[in-house]
């Protein structure tokens, strides 16, 4: 497989999963290439292929474009090609946050299917996808998307964050602003892990998240959920019929099987939280 298209260091994601993230249909992603604003890398199936510094990119180009909208010479006009001289590329690569993408342990799902007993069969029954796709995901020889991955460390009863090479050095104590960086495919929300040892049974984050932002598809997996805000605020939804509105210093508690979605909704400020999560559910 071409190395420059896909890269087992890389989640790779479709173009119909990159445009649920930012929050546009398909076909403008489409339109924003034919007009000269992006270029799709592609896979062996010549479909359009995204890494998390994709998003990244393609987020800034949509936030452009909502100040540009107005504009009477129009994205035609604008933006002709995709050249040094092209102002929307200069803005975006010079605006575009850093994104953290660490190697996927994609031989740990095998090392976890296989200490429990289970069959491929058995697993990808469970999680929704055919044999021979997890069998080519436990070889790092396929994409997953963010839903898979989920699904997936559900089943193991692990969080995903388990499933990637983070650099852990077993330190004791670990500074704010000093931990590793992690990123799991959520535009505008920077991921900090305040743990530095393997195999513990909890995993402290901590997220900073901009306005709008947050991760807007309710879903569920295992285990336990408790989050503190330092600054900002931050909308929960659980079961989709309970809201919850968390200010500064106030706690939350909630079991991860209960289907949850959440977002900052301030239109200006930065939202800024401790999320520690269990994979493990005494219930």
Request: aromatic share 10%; hydrophobic share 35%.
């Amino acid at each position: 497989m071409n190395d420059s298209i896909y890269s087992k260091d890389n989640l790779t994601f479709s173009i119909n999963d990159v445009a649920k993230v930012i929050g546009v249909v398909p076909a403008t992603i489409r339109n924003w290439e034919k007009s000269g604003l992006f270029v799709a890398k592609r896979g062996e199936n010549n479909y359009r292929i995204y890494t998390l510094d994709d998003i990244e990119s393609l987020k800034k180009i949509k936030e452009v474009l909502n100040i540009q909208k107005n504009s009477r010479n129009g994205i035609a006009q604008i933006l002709p090609s995709i050249n040094s001289s092209n102002p929307l590329v200069n803005i975006v690569e010079k605006e575009k946050q850093p994104v953290y993408s660490k190697k996927l342990l994609n031989k740990r799902w095998k090392e976890c299917r296989e200490k429990i007993g289970y069959t491929l069969e058995e697993v990808s029954k469970a999680v929704g996808i055919s044999t021979s796709h997890l069998s080519k995901l436990e070889n790092g020889n396929a994409n997953v998307t963010l839903e898979v991955l989920e699904k997936i460390a559900c089943f193991y009863g692990e969080s995903p964050i388990y499933f990637f090479d983070l650099d852990y050095s077993e330190k004791k104590k670990i500074s704010l602003g000093q931990g590793e960086k992690v990123s799991i495919g959520v535009p505008g929300v920077e991921m900090e892990s305040l743990i530095a040892e393997r195999g513990t049974s909890i995993y402290p984050i901590m997220y900073t998240v901009k306005p709008g932002c947050g991760n807007l598809e309710a879903h569920s997996h295992s285990g336990q959920e408790f989050i503190f805000i330092l600054s900002g605020k931050i909308e929960i939804k659980l079961n989709d019929n309970e809201v919850y509105l968390l200010k500064k210093n106030d706690a939350f508690f909630f079991r991860s099987k209960e289907k949850h979605s959440w977002k900052n909704p301030a239109s200006k400020s930065v939202a800024t939280l401790l999320w520690v999560h269990s994979p493990y559910d005494n219930n």
